[in-house]
């Protein structure tokens, strides 16, 4: 059975900085897409970014770039989302999830396996 469980989320000021973390279990993530998600209240869930598990590119959103670093520690089966400079308007529950195998690594349909979540608030 195939387990994504997030960690690291909190309550922060504007300005601080978070580290989530997704261990994953159940199947070999090897060559696969990883992806952190978000929704806010009211909003529909959006990507954030996604990592090859073993080659390493990245992608981002615009919303995040230059503030969100994703990473993963391949021995440990785990993805982080480093997240700086925070801003109110990063308030969401976060998500990782496992790519599928087809279709846009930035859509959320493209996704087979989802997390719990993590909440992060960040105030002002």
């Known amino acids: 059975q195939v387990q994504l469980v997030e960690s690291g989320g909190g309550l922060v000021q504007a300005g601080d900085s978070l580290r989530l973390s997704c261990a994953a279990s159940?199947?070999?993530?090897?060559?696969?897409?990883m992806g952190w998600f978000r929704q806010a209240p009211g909003k529909e869930r959006e990507f954030v970014a996604a990592?090859?598990?073993?080659?390493?590119?990245?992608t981002y959103a615009d919303s995040v770039k230059g503030r969100f670093t994703i990473s993963r520690d391949n021995a440990k089966n785990t993805v982080y989302l480093q997240m700086n400079s925070l801003k109110v308007e990063d308030t969401a529950v976060y998500y990782c999830?496992?790519?599928?195998?087809?279709?846009?690594?930035?859509?959320?349909?493209?996704?087979?396996?989802w997390g719990q979540g993590t909440q992060v608030t960040v105030s002002s």
């Open positions: 159940g199947r070999t993530f090897s060559n696969k897409i």
């Open positions: 990592i090859r598990w073993n080659g390493g590119s990245m």
């Open positions: 999830a496992s790519f599928g195998g087809k279709g846009d690594p930035t859509r959320t349909y493209a996704y087979d396996y």
